[in-house]
């Protein structure tokens, strides 16, 4: 049976001084991406790191401007304002889109659109700005406003319109903005009390 030998290790005929001088002067591949070395002074500038915070936080620095799409409307057609309030800025842009194809169809309507960020609301200039597109909009859509405080300013600004207004569709979001929706004659103002259609048809159901 083989048995296992230690035997103390050595260096080749060469003087280890030889030898680590050698290897120190090899390159090698995996480190060739290394920064050599440089002498390093006293001086506080020797390295510095600058990190640059653009915008105001999370939500960028833009206002509902840079969203709002005006049709030329040079067909004499009648125009449909639509208001709108997401929860991010990436959302707009499907909604940007179907206007821009619809209004250059030239058919039936054109489009008028613009749209908020939830979080920009907590301005009180671009709240003011919300309300009083509000005033002329033909529909209004929400989605995903679960911020409390928000979300009773959205609906105390919607409800002041809600009657006239054409149609009202909020996507899932905190029950208060969710009362608002209706839609011909489907209304959501009941929602959660005893009255409520999907309350009758649940008790029916029973």
Sequence with gaps: ???????????PTTTKADHLSSISQKHYFLHSFL???TTQSNSKSAMRVKCAAIGNGLFTQTTPEVRRIVPDNNQGLPTVKIVYIVLEAQYQSSISAAVRTLNSNDRYASFEVVGYLVEELRDENTYKTLCKDLEDANIFIGSLIFVEELALKIKAAVEKERDRLDAVLVFPSMPEVMRLNKLGSFSMSQLGQSKSPFFQLFKRKK
């Design 1 to 11: 049976m083989a048995s296992l030998v230690s035997s103390p290790f050595t260096l």
């Design 35 to 37: 920064p050599k070395k």
